[in-house]
Every structure is written in C-alpha cells, then in structure tokens.
T-cell receptor
Framework: NAGVTQTPKFRVLKTGQSMTLLCAQD?????MYWYRQDPGMGLRLIHY???????AKGEVPDGYNVSRLKKQNFLLGLESAAPSQTSVYFC???????????FGQGTRLTVV | DAKTTQPNSMESNEEEPVHLPCNHSTISGTDYIHWYRQLPSQGPEYVIH???SNVNNRMASLAIAEDRKSSTLILHRATLRDAAVYYCILNYGGSQGNLIFGKGTKLSVKP
C-alpha cells in the first residue's frame, strides 16, 4: 500500500520556469492538501480539495494553481517560479471518518 | 478558524516522561484535537486525537482539560527517536476542510 506519493522528490528550477508537482493517493480519500514548509517553520496550507473537481485556497495560495481532475491525484502548479517559492512541499490526504491525515515524503524545490 | 498555541521548544531526558502543552481557548464544541509529529526530513505523522475524554494509544496519551481550552500530549518514556516537532491542531468533526498547522513544539531528547 503506497499511501501518498509525491513526484518528483527534488527539483531545481530557474526563475520564471514552470512546473507541476504531482500528489497521488491510493486510499480513496476525498480530501487532499498541498503545504509548503520553509526552514525552521511549520506547514502552511497552499490549496486544498474536498473532492474531485473542487479546489479551495488555503493560507498562502498566491503564485500557485491546483487541479483535481481525478480523485486520486492532486496537482500543484507553479506558472512562473520565483526564488521565494524555494521550499519543501508536502501533500496530504484524508477522508471523512478517517482517524488522521496521511502525508507524502515531500518535494524539495529550489528556485535559482 | 480556532487557533492553537504551543511553546516553541522543549527539552527532555531519555526515558523520562514528557508533557507537551497546547492552548486552544477558542475551540468550538465540534473541534477534535489532533496531534501530529514531524521527524527530521519527513512528512508529519499522526500521533493521537480526541474530543472530550482522555485518550491513550501505543504512541502517547492525550489529556484534555475539562473546559477543552487546553490539552497535553504525554510521552510516557521519551526515546531519542521521539525528537521531533509536535503539532497540535484543531479539526472540525465530520469535515476535513481546513487542516491548518501552527509552528509546533520542537522536542529535543537528551541521552
């Protein structure tokens, strides 16, 4: 059982480039989340989704877009990367009635 | 959204109990209290949760104040592997919409 899988694990981008981070879960969870974590800081919620085809803004949504075309996948896009988006990105999923949220291992993104 | 307040850091000695406090004075009646921890270079993992009554599991115990405005995560015998950042968060029962984390408490365990 893979749980929550994030792709890629590491990436270096140049300023202005675009990329998409993929989060996949195999637990049939309704809710999925994208967070960023800067050094020495807690997790900040970027966007989340409460079901297929729906997304909502979190605490720090600017500069990011998301899509949830399939229930098992939640994509995080950076249209024009900036050095301020250098961070570790975590994806999580859960469902109504679930004991907890499950997290991926993170994607370390560096924008130069 | 109801907020939580935790100390930035705590220290413990190995094999001693650790009590990690969390204040949540604006908690609503339907908010569950969840604790997660994040080991170095890993994603957060679930520790324990509760609503009103104290809870125990194989990892820890959760003591919830009678007025629910505070709670305490108890690690009965800290090990070096328990060194992590511990997050106390509130989660609306029946809905997993906004899952907001604070800064957490960084626990150091000394041998």
């Amino acid at each position: 059982n893979a749980g929550v899988t994030q792709t890629p694990k590491f990436r270096v981008l140049k300023t202005g480039q675009s990329m998409t981070l993929l989060c996949a879960q195999d637990m049939n969870h309704e809710y999925m989340y994208w967070y960023r974590q800067d050094p020495g800081m807690g997790l900040r919620l970027i966007h989340y989704s409460v079901g297929e085809g729906t997304t909502a803004k979190g605490e720090v949504p600017d500069g990011y877009n998301v899509s949830r075309l399939k229930k098992q996948n939640f994509l995080l896009g950076l249209e024009s990367a900036a050095p301020s988006q250098t961070s570790v990105y975590f994806c999580a999923s859960t469902s109504t009635g679930a004991t907890s949220a499950f997290f991926g291992q993170g994607t370390r993104l560096t924008v130069v | 959204d109801a907020k939580t307040t935790q100390p930035n850091s705590m220290e413990s000695n190995e094999e001693e109990p650790v009590h990690l406090p969390c204040n949540h004075s604006t908690i609503s009646g339907t908010d569950y209290i969840h604790w997660y921890r994040q080991l170095p270079s890993q994603g957060p993992e679930y520790v324990i949760h509760g609503l009103t009554s104290n809870v125990n599991n194989r990892m820890a115990s959760l003591a919830i104040a009678e007025d629910r405005k505070s709670s305490t995560l108890i690690l009965h015998r800290a090990t070096l592997r328990d060194a992590a950042v511990y997050y106390c968060i509130l989660n609306y029962g029946g809905s997993q919409g906004n899952l907001i984390f604070g800064k957490g408490t960084k626990l150091s365990v000394k041998p």
